[in-house]
């Protein structure tokens, strides 16, 4: 038996394109940060050698471990964190930062797949249920206070995974129903939002009045429905008032355009807009974008960088990063699919539904299409820890796989 059976070599060749890929715009956004970056690289490929040197068991038995290490180094942010853009969810070490909410999302994926393929899980128990909800939102909380919103956003990716394995759909209806009755709510008069709601309501009474038992529990469950999504309605408007300056025009520039805040939240949006739509169809060429290599766009080498790719290598180059992105998380969730083991099915899920959720969310905020959170894209943003702890990730289901697929059971 070759070696290399069991390996996935077009997983593999996507990891690698998007990484190099990566480190050539970092680079030429700032030749020093890409030098770094390719030194990331290089350890984060290390690393992922010493993965797959592991036994496989290993992330199973010591799955507890790792969640508890992970939560401890966020709990630790709160008397030893460093400051960075107004959130202290980083780690200064000497002249390298991380951030250890990167790696706490490796421990969650890794308990949440121990648990999720022991023998007496299911989510129809509600013990199964609430220690499983357990391992996610402590975690969360703990984001929640420091407060980094946009890492809190992506602890959302574990309920596909739970979809998968059980969870039934309507706590994703219900989690929908909310956001959109909370954002609609910050541009249209909460009492319009209220008669809305309210006619929804008479229409799903309307074409289900025969189906529904009538019965003094029934009327009370609408009203109550009713009263609680108008309360998030009025809600609305006076969380945005109490959010700070700079998260409250974030939100705005949705609704009112980043020309609003041309100055200062929509400073980012507007030049990221301005260097994607300049770049064409076939860019203006490599360390040749006007916008890019003007630095005019904060945070460009790591939060914006996808502006870079836009701006230099246009919409085919965008494109094809867009569809490279697509068939590595495609390719993913595939390979979890055909896996023997529910642990590695849970983990493989885990790690693909937090590629998409960073994916989408970074893809949205570069082109307006969601508020500035600061979420990385994958493999692609400048930062040690982001890629390592990505790639560590990645290592770890690729060594799943490859030792699944040389199984015998």
Same mark, same amino acid.
């Given at each position: 038996?070759?070696?290399? %059976?069991?390996?996935?070599?077009?997983?593999?060749?996507?990891?690698? @394109?998007?990484?190099?890929?990566?480190?050539?715009?970092?680079?030429?956004?700032?030749?020093?940060?890409?030098?770094?970056?390719?030194?990331?690289?290089?350890?984060?490929?290390?690393?992922?050698?010493?993965?797959?040197?592991?036994?496989?068991?290993?992330?199973?038995? &010591?799955?507890?471990?790792?969640?508890?290490?992970?939560?401890?180094?966020?709990?630790?942010?709160?008397?030893?964190?460093? %400051?960075?853009?107004?959130?202290?969810?980083?780690?200064?070490?000497?002249?390298?930062?991380?951030?250890?909410? %990167?790696?706490?999302?490796?421990?969650?994926?890794?308990?949440?797949?121990?648990?999720?393929?022991?023998?007496?899980?299911?989510?129809?128990?509600?013990?199964?249920?609430?220690?499983?909800?357990?391992?996610?939102? +402590?975690?969360?909380?703990? +984001?929640?206070?420091?407060?980094? +919103?946009?890492?809190?956003?992506? &602890?959302?990716?574990?309920?596909?995974?739970?979809?998968?394995?059980?969870?039934?759909?309507?706590?994703?209806?219900?989690?929908?129903?909310?956001?959109?009755? !909370?954002?609609?709510?910050?541009?249209?008069?909460?009492?319009? $939002?209220?008669?809305?709601? @309210?006619?929804?309501?008479?229409?799903?009474?309307?074409?289900?009045?025969?189906?529904?038992?009538?019965?003094?529990?029934? $009327?009370?469950?609408?009203?109550?429905? &009713?009263?609680?999504?108008?309360?998030? @309605?009025?809600?609305?408007?006076?969380?945005?008032?109490?959010?700070?300056?700079?998260?409250? =025009?974030? *939100? =705005?520039?949705?609704?009112?355009?980043?020309?609003?805040?041309?100055?200062?939240?929509?400073?980012?949006?507007?030049?990221?807009?301005?260097?994607?739509?300049?770049?064409?169809? &076939?860019?203006?060429?490599?360390?040749?974008?006007?916008?890019?290599?003007?630095?005019?766009?904060? =945070?460009? =080498?790591?939060?914006?960088?996808?502006?870079?790719?836009?701006? %230099?290598?246009?919409?085919?180059?965008?494109?094809?990063?867009?569809?490279?992105?697509?068939?590595?998380?495609?390719?993913?969730?595939?390979?979890?699919?055909?896996?023997?083991?529910?642990?590695?099915?849970?983990?493989?899920?885990?790690?693909?539904?937090?590629?998409?959720?960073? !994916?989408?969310?970074?893809?949205?905020? $570069?082109?307006?299409?969601?508020?500035?959170?600061?979420?990385?894209?994958?493999?692609?943003?400048?930062?040690?820890?982001?890629?390592?702890?990505?790639?560590?990730?990645?290592? *770890?289901?690729?060594?799943?796989?490859?030792?699944?697929?040389?199984?015998? +059971?």
């Amino acid at each position: 038996m070759k070696w290399t %059976e069991g390996l996935d070599k077009l997983s593999i060749f996507l990891y690698l @394109a998007i990484s190099l890929f990566a480190v050539a715009n970092i680079y030429s956004v700032d030749e020093g940060l890409g030098k770094k970056q390719f030194v990331f690289f290089c350890i984060s490929l290390a690393v992922g050698l010493m993965i797959f040197l592991t036994r496989t068991k290993f992330f199973e038995n &010591f799955a507890g471990i790792i969640y508890v290490f992970g939560v401890l180094l966020l709990i630790g942010l709160f008397p030893f964190g460093t %400051e960075i853009l107004g959130q202290k969810n980083w780690y200064r070490i000497g002249g390298f930062t991380m951030q250890p909410v %990167e790696f706490a999302k490796i421990g969650v994926a890794l308990l949440l797949s121990n648990y999720v393929s022991g023998p007496e899980f299911d989510l129809k128990i509600r013990k199964s249920l609430l220690n499983t909800l357990a391992i996610i939102i +402590v975690p969360a909380i703990v +984001v929640l206070a420091i407060p980094d +919103v946009g890492s809190l956003l992506v &602890f959302t990716a574990f309920f596909i995974a739970l979809f998968r394995e059980g969870l039934n759909g309507w706590v994703f209806g219900v989690g929908g129903i909310l956001a959109a009755v !909370f954002l609609i709510s910050l541009a249209v008069d909460p009492l319009y $939002v209220m008669i809305g709601i @309210a006619l929804v309501i008479a229409l799903v009474v309307l074409f289900n009045f025969q189906r529904i038992h009538w019965n003094i529990m029934s $009327v009370l469950s609408f009203v109550g429905v &009713f009263l609680f999504l108008s309360g998030i @309605a009025f809600a609305g408007p006076k969380i945005l008032e109490k959010m700070p300056k700079h998260q409250r =025009e974030r *939100i =705005e520039v949705l609704y009112k355009g980043e020309k609003a805040f041309r100055d200062t939240s929509g400073y980012n949006l507007l030049y990221s807009k301005t260097a994607i739509g300049s770049g064409g169809f &076939f860019g203006k060429g490599y360390q040749e974008g006007s916008v890019t290599q003007g630095k005019f766009v904060p =945070e460009q =080498e790591t939060d914006y960088i996808f502006c870079t790719v836009g701006e %230099e290598w246009g919409f085919f180059g965008a494109a094809m990063l867009v569809i490279f992105y697509a068939l590595f998380i495609g390719r993913i969730y595939y390979l979890s699919e055909q896996q023997k083991s529910a642990f590695n099915r849970v983990f493989g899920y885990c790690f693909a539904s937090i590629l998409l959720m960073h !994916f989408s969310i970074n893809l949205g905020m $570069v082109m307006g299409l969601f508020p500035t959170v600061g979420i990385p894209l994958p493999y692609f943003s400048y930062g040690g820890s982001s890629l390592l702890a990505f790639s560590i990730m990645t290592f *770890i289901f690729f060594k799943l796989n490859y030792t699944d697929k040389n199984s015998l +059971v």
